[in-house]
T-cell receptor, first 113, second 118 residues
């Protein structure tokens, strides 16, 4: 089975400060990990993915994520948050034996001016 | 790019009527499309996987006769909510994956359809 946990319902950060949105996963094989962002009443937009290679993955809008196999984590980070980053963020995993993505419950990021 | 569209973006219907939602891949052919349902402030729940030219594979607990899925072409999948009731009100999102056996094939998501059943 494959599963994803996002332990925080909401993350609050001031504009200009670094942000981290946490994600841990569970798979039986090699994980393929994704981050998506969703704005109100919109579909999901792809941010970045980890397939193999460097543990630090850089994505859209200045976001990056670090794959940590020993901690089974794939936390999303950004060095300096913007108010426009406020949205719902989803972590997703796909195990090699599965054809579908499993999503975490989502974390609302609120960036205050 | 890879763009997926949905139509309509929102729909309001009366209880007991049927509603059809279209999902189109605009600039690529999608052998596989997925339908998700999202409740307010919750995650996406996969409803079914749709493969072109074959029957959809439904997730456990999803009523096949209520949520009819048709993947008639490589660029179009439809979800029909039959005899809709207020509890079917939700945000429905489709996604499409490019053909090929790459395990890391990315899914491209549509903008979603807000269904409200009165």
């Amino acid at each position: 089975a494959q599963s994803v946990a996002q332990p925080e319902d909401q993350v609050n950060v001031a504009e200009g400060n670094p942000l981290t949105v946490k994600c841990t996963y569970s798979v039986s094989g090699n994980p393929y990990l994704f981050w998506y962002v969703q704005y109100p009443n919109r579909g999901l937009q792809f941010l970045l993915k980890y397939i193999t290679g460097d543990n630090l993955v850089k994505g859209s809008y200045g976001f990056e994520a670090e794959f940590n196999k020993s901690q089974t984590s794939f936390h999303l980070k950004k060095p300096s948050a913007l108010v426009s980053d406020s949205a719902l963020y989803f972590c997703a995993v796909r195990d090699i034996g599965y054809s579908t993505l499993t999503f975490g419950k989502g974390t609302m990021l609120l960036v205050s001016p | 790019g890879a763009v997926v569209s949905q139509h309509p973006s929102w729909v309001i219907c009366k209880s007991g009527t049927s509603v059809k939602i279209e999902c189109r891949s605009l600039d690529f052919q999608a052998t596989t499309m997925f339908w998700y349902r999202q409740f307010p402030k919750q995650s996406l729940m996969l409803m079914a996987t749709s493969n072109e030219g074959s029957k959809a594979t439904y997730e456990q607990g999803v009523e096949k006769d209520k949520f009819l899925i048709n993947h008639a072409s490589l660029t179009l999948s439809t979800l029909t909510v039959t005899s809709a009731h207020p509890e079917d009100s939700s945000f429905y999102i489709c996604s499409a994956r490019k053909p090929g056996l790459r395990i890391d094939n990315e899914q491209f998501f549509g903008p979603g359809t807000r269904l409200t059943v009165l």
